[in-house]
């Protein structure tokens, strides 16, 4: 597969992925905007904010692939947060029309690159440079993580089999011989996927087996485990937050 043809594949998920949200949003409550999300401290009008300006920052990256030159992510990381809070508190409708609008400059910006621009180092925020095809399937992260987020109503459960394990295989791919987190065997029960998280130095955890949406919630931070089958019936380590 091209370049070209990956970021078009991840365009068509990101497409799809929108759809939801927008479907989930368009449903919401007036008043809900301000109520609590999952994540601690945020609004669901912080997620929803972050969700706009996170596809403005990728158009960004998108356009300094097309034109090769480094345009950075967000002006900073202080104005990534100053844009955050102030959307944060709009309307319900408001967000509901700034989601698609960001998602439309996304989707043009995307058009707009030549199949040779997909192959362009371009630069994350934290500073790693990665190739301009990965830009949609950063997009398609942030939107199926940050619906969970948002709390209302969507749920892992309802990711698609191929995410589900993606993220598992990636998740468990960055926790393998992590010295801080004890031994544990994680078992999907309706897919092949199997792995080894943590390291033996740290100690033996128990062996964890769940469907593959579930152990990828776990794996996230989307989810307690709670649901999750262990031997032994021990509790389940804590992991460190997803990066």
């Not at 799809?16 to 945020?42: H, K, N, Q």
């Not at 011989?177 to 309706?190: K, N, S, Y």
Request: proline letters at 7%; a negative charge.
């Amino acid at each position: 597969m091209t370049d070209a043809q990956a970021a078009a594949s991840w365009l068509s998920r990101v497409e799809e992925s929108t759809r939801r949200l927008l479907t989930t949003v368009a449903a919401m409550e007036p008043d809900a905007v301000a109520e609590p999300s999952a994540l601690p401290g945020w609004t669901r009008g912080h997620v929803l904010a972050h969700l706009a300006r996170n596809a403005d920052s990728l158009v960004n990256l998108l356009d300094g692939a097309r034109t090769g030159t480094d345009i950075p992510q967000y002006a900073s990381n202080e104005v990534r947060d100053q844009d955050i809070e102030r959307d944060a508190p709009r309307p319900l409708d408001v967000h509901l029309a700034d989601l698609r609008d960001a998602h439309a400059r996304f989707a043009e910006a995307a058009a707009l690159l030549g199949p040779e621009a997909w192959a362009v180092g371009v630069k994350h925020r934290s500073g790693y440079v990665f190739p301009a095809h990965e830009i949609p399937l950063k997009r398609l992260l942030e939107l199926e993580y940050h619906h969970v987020d948002l709390d209302a109503g969507y749920t892992p459960a309802q990711w698609s089999e191929s995410f589900a394990v993606a993220q598992f295989r990636r998740l468990a791919t960055t926790l393998d011989g992590d010295d801080d987190l004890p031994a544990v065997r994680l078992i999907a029960d309706d897919t092949e996927d199997r792995a080894l998280i943590g390291a033996p130095s740290a100690g033996t955890g128990p062996t964890v087996e769940g469907p593959v949406r579930a152990l990828a919630a776990w794996l996230s931070g989307r989810s307690d485990g709670a649901d999750l089958r262990r031997t032994p019936d021990t509790g389940l380590p804590e992991l460190p937050p997803m990066g």
